[in-house]
């Protein structure tokens, strides 16, 4: 898609959006294939304005979004790529069909003595059942999702085992939805420094 978008893009001659979106596009295949484990919240920020930046471009602006991140979570560290990826969630699912103008929030703040991200859209949310399935599928173990054939949450419930094998059954994603849109909340502990085992 963001491809296509490219192709538009030059035949309106817009060189100057043509720079930005493929710079942007490198920066985050870039991110996604890095080897490493662990990122600081701060480069998951950075990855998430980047991706943000390209659908700027690609709705012609007409898509709005604002982070609020708590300065002391930007130098802790967690799994990579468990934000960019919700956010991409919303962003494909959400706003289909969408009359009034998409917007995303993402909220980081401590909470409970935990990390917790909110990604928050005005899209049209969820049906109940395909909530319920999802939710459904989130608290299954790995060997229970691989048995079960629901197609719905597989991304989310990706992100969510990554989570929970790395910091534990008490993490992990939790989602809410109306008419009015959909929450995603990624709960991850409050991580200062790098796991010893990963400086070996």
């Known amino acids: 898609n963001t491809l296509q978008c490219i192709r538009g893009l030059a ?6 959006d043509i720079k930005n979106i493929s710079l942007a596009m490198s920066d985050v295949f870039k991110y996604s294939i890095a080897p490493g484990t662990y990122v600081t919240y701060l480069d998951e920020i950075r990855i998430i ?14 898509i709005d979004y604002d982070i609020d991140v708590d300065e002391e979570i930007l130098q802790c560290y967690t799994v990579k790529m468990i934000i960019q990826p919700t956010v991409e969630n919303a962003v494909v699912h959400a706003f289909k069909d969408l009359v009034r103008k998409p917007c995303i ?25 395909t909530l319920k399935e999802i ?11 691989i048995r079960h054939k629901s197609s719905y ?14 910091y534990g059954e008490d993490y992990g994603i939790e989602i809410f939805s ?4 959909t929450e995603v909340d990624i709960i991850t502990p409050i991580q200062k420094k790098l796991p010893e085992s990963y400086l070996e």
């Open 11 to 16: 035949t309106l001659n817009r060189t100057d």
């Open 49 to 62: 304005h980047k991706y943000l930046s390209i659908y700027k471009i690609r709705f012609n602006g007409k």
């Open 105 to 129: 929030h993402i909220i980081g703040k401590i909470d409970d003595g935990r990390i917790l991200f909110r990604i928050i859209d005005n899209g049209n949310g969820i049906p109940s059942d």
């Open 135 to 145: 939710r459904k599928k989130l608290s299954f173990s790995f060997e229970t999702s």
């Open 153 to 166: 949450g597989i991304g989310l419930y990706n992100i969510s085992r990554r989570i929970k094998l790395a």
């Open 178 to 181: 109306n008419m009015n849109g």
